[in-house]
């Protein structure tokens, strides 16, 4: 009777009991299933976000240091250095200090503001990169005002600036792409593939001469001649 009153029923023989199914049964268990099925779905979407970001990385990784280690490179200047060839020479540097050459050290290297002064009758080189070299004599004063970038798109520009003295120079290549200006009081000379001197007197006059190619000699004041070629 208890299990009549229950909803049971019998079946065969035996005697069996036959339970009747819970209302909502079947759909709490499909509703379940598909849970989690969207769980294992939203899992494996996880995943592949993760390979493909892996995957990304593991490329871009390696061009974002190689780009930013190309910036470094080309942000450095070229190698600037001056050699004493007779005599001496004091080397000043941009925070003031006093660096003598002489017998004991005859090399330095120098970069964007340093300058040198040269003694009577002594003679410097200054080597900068691998296009320009300088020799200095007559008790040369000199400033090395700028200096190349080693990637010409961040700037080529050598300028050197020259007091006093008498500078011989010898430009391996320049124009667009290594482009090399000599400043003097009167006038900046500019340089495009050349052997050619700068010596300025006493008085502040300045003579230039070209041994081969050609150089523009451009006056700092307004002059009756204007810029000129030689």
Known sequence: EANAAMGASYSGDGGTVKWPEPPGLRAAVFSKIDAEKGRIRAEEVRRRVWRSRFRAAAVSIPFAVFSAAAVIYSLQSEPVEF?????????????????????????AELKAGDAASLGASSRGRLRIGGH??????????????????????????????????????LVVHAGRDADVSVETAPAIIRV???????????????????????????PRYDTEGGPGDL
Request: aromatic share 6%.
């Open 132 to 169: 320009s070299e300088f020799t200095f004599s007559d008790s040369a004063l000199f400033q090395v005002s700028r200096v190349p970038r080693k990637l010409g798109v961040f700037g080529r520009a050598t300028v050197l600036r020259l007091d006093k003295g008498n500078l011989v120079a």
């Open 83 to 107: 050699t004493l060839v007779s005599g001496d020479a004091e080397v000043r540097g941009t925070d003031g200090g006093i660096s003598p050459l002489g017998a004991e050290r005859i090399a």
């Open 192 to 218: 495009s593939g050349t052997v050619f001197s700068v010596s300025v007197r006493s008085n502040g006059d300045v003579d230039v001469a070209v041994e081969r190619g050609k150089v523009r000699v451009q």
